[in-house]
């Protein structure tokens, strides 16, 4: 039998929903997740269109793990164009809604338009509904998904977007499962979701039933390698992402101080073991997963009071928001991570947002005028705290700032001080002047400055990747092999991206072999570890052209000023070229008809309509 899934295909301005299928060959060339959502979004949308327009599409996709034994398989891909960039955003979401929607007889669901009135989408395995959602729209993440769990009866997954989502902030986010907080937080998409009116996207467990070619086959497989993710690890379940904290700010990886400096004391005070001493009230787990990174958390006192248990502050919200900003408080980096969570924003960004506003008010750029008399000074907790809120609700300063770092760069400085961003994406918390292929891979990451698009700065820290022809971990400042490694994490870093399932299993003994055995196992199908390597490379390549058509060039596969200090700007150019040619590009960047037909990928390329 022929591996099929289904779509659901959603016009929120006709009210109309169909289902179509998807064919084995498609699903085969393009697997699932992001992959899919590539060919979708290439084949679909218009160029050119505004990202808050009705005509662009909001996609949820599962992969081809969901619902089977792999571990980590339960992720989900958002993908869209940004109204942050302008360009491709897909943001990776775990918790438990991609197994939820196979659950329920879909691979993803595809959202066109806009409704005339607040709604959210009601989806189960009989019947797929449009409701009016005017009595959540204002309401927080965590009581709108308290609500629809009660309103739908329990058992209930839901991706859905706060008050910054409806206010089209272009740094909201869409958060899942509501005190769970699993959040697809890159790049605006909760704008997206809030330019089409809908609030939420409901999806009950089902019964269906999913086929897994060999059962018995892929659960001893699996069951074979359980034991050695859990045992390797033990540190990321007992502190969290934050276990990190401390030997990245070792490495100059951590962010200080909006980027300019590379070290500070106050990283001691925010630590994982700081979390999980102080405010940590539980672990959570993604569905289907042995390791339980998550954090549940609660500050029960004080000036930085939480409500509830949530979901807690991962390694990336404590350097943007802690020590990017020299804030040293654990309770007050808790207090603002959770209401990001509440208000649906990225909280990466809106770190890196505040970090630029306190060293423009301190170099004059802002003023006092502008801030309304705030104290814009490093480490002020309620500072922060305050400027959340105004972010979320485009107020005052925050209007200016709810925008992205980018555009308020150019607003209050005249583009006089440099921004951390790339194709106008927020540096996440990783310092490219770390490690050379990081800066590399955010220059050519299709989202723009992303560490997870290549996921590389292990390979020069502590891991090598035997799999991929790197039988030794690499000088970090050196660039030799650089553009390779680069390209080709970015390539194996499409296929986690478009069967679902966690990065962390990198670590902790899965490898390329794994994913092949596993997906043959799932589907029937006959890959090799080469065949999959070129999937993950037709994947990247497709990302990259939905770009070059929306008008991104060469010159914009680059770092703000600063940021090429261990690697000079002319060894960088060569280092870009260098790259291209690795992966069989012209000099622009732009990939040339025989890597296009090396790929398969000539078929389809058919423009809009």
């Known amino acids: 039998m022929e591996y099929t899934a ?9 009210n109309s929903i169909q289902t179509i299928t998807l064919q084995g060959t498609i699903l ?82 595809s959202i066109r338009g806009k409704s005339s009135e607040p709604c959210y ?108 993710i859990i045992t390797l690890s033990t540190e990321l379940r007992e502190h969290g992402t934050a276990s990190g904290i401390e030997v990245c700010h070792e490495l100059g990886d951590l962010p200080v101080r909006n980027w300019s400096r590379r070290n500070w004391q106050g990283t001691q005070k925010i630590t994982g073991p700081v979390v999980t001493q102080s405010v940590l009230e539980g672990r959570y787990n993604c569905i289907r997963c042995p390791i339980g990174c998550g954090r549940v958390v609660q500050v029960e006192t004080g000036p930085h009071r939480t409500e509830t248990k949530a979901g807690g502050p991962e390694y990336e919200t404590i350097g943007s928001l802690g020590s990017n900003l020299l804030l040293d408080d654990i309770e007050a980096i808790t207090k603002a991570n959770d209401l990001c969570n509440r208000y649906g924003m990225d909280s990466i960004s809106v770190g890196q947002i505040i970090g630029f506003a306190f060293e423009a008010y301190e170099r004059e750029f802002i003023t006092s005028a502008d801030a309304r008399g705030i104290d814009l000074s490093w480490g002020n907790g309620q500072t922060v705290i305050t400027l959340i809120h105004m972010i979320a609700e485009k107020r005052d300063i925050g209007s200016i700032l709810s925008r992205g770092v980018r555009y308020a760069s150019d607003y209050f400085t005249r583009g006089k001080m440099a921004a951390a961003h790339v194709k106008g994406l927020e540096f996440p918390s990783h310092d490219p002047r770390a490690f050379v292929s990081v800066a590399l891979g955010y220059a050519t990451s299709p989202r723009g400055a992303c560490h997870l698009q290549a996921y590389s700065h ?23 092999r650089k553009a390779e490694l680069t390209a080709k994490m970015q390539n194996y870093m499409c296929l986690f991206d478009s069967l679902k399932t966690c990065k962390f299993l990198l670590y902790y003994g899965v490898d390329l072999t794994d994913l092949m055995n596993w997906l043959n196992l799932t589907t029937g199908w006959d890959y090799s570890r080469e065949d999959l390597m070129e999937t993950g490379e037709r994947i990247f390549n497709l990302k990259v052209l939905f770009n070059r ?21 002319d060894k960088f ?33 058919r423009s809009y309509g």
């Open 121 to 228: 989408l009601s989806i189960d395995e009989q019947e797929q509904k449009i409701i009016n959602a005017g009595h959540l729209w204002g309401l927080d993440t965590y009581k709108t998904h308290d609500i629809l769990q009660e309103e739908l009866g329990g058992n209930v997954s839901t991706m859905l977007i706060g008050p910054a989502g409806e206010k089209l902030v272009a740094v909201s986010s869409i958060v899942s499962d509501g005190r769970d907080s699993r959040v697809a937080a890159r790049g605006g998409l909760g704008a997206v979701m809030g330019s089409k009116n809908l609030k939420a996207v409901a999806v009950k467990r089902g019964n269906f039933r999913i086929l897994i070619h060999d059962i018995d086959g892929l659960k001893k497989l699996v069951n074979s390698s359980i034991q050695e």
């Open 549 to 569: 058509r929306e008008g991104i060039t060469a010159k914009d596969d680059c770092l703000p000023p600063g940021f090429l200090t261990e690697i000079t700007a």
């Open 458 to 480: 292990g390979a020069e820290a502590w891991a090598s990747r035997p799999e991929l022809g790197f039988n030794e971990i690499l000088d970090r400042f050196s660039d030799d």
């Open 6 to 14: 289904k779509l659901l295909e959603i016009d929120l301005s006709k």
């Open 28 to 109: 085969r060339q393009f697997l699932g997740g992001t992959g899919l959502g590539a060919l979708i979004l290439y084949q679909n949308l218009s160029p050119g269109i505004q990202p808050l327009s009705p005509e662009n599409l909001l996609l949820f996709l599962a992969g081809p793990f969901a619902g089977s034994p792999v571990p980590c398989s339960g992720r989900t891909s958002v993908v869209s164009k940004s109204p942050l960039t302008g360009i491709w955003v897909d943001s990776d979401v775990g918790g438990r809604f991609g197994e939820i929607l196979r659950t329920a007889g879909l691979m993803g669901i």
């Open 573 to 605: 150019d060569r280092l870009l070229q260098e790259y291209y040619s690795y992966r069989e590009w012209s000099p622009e960047g732009i990939p040339l008809d025989g890597t296009l037909k090396r790929l398969g990928l000539l078929p389809f390329l």
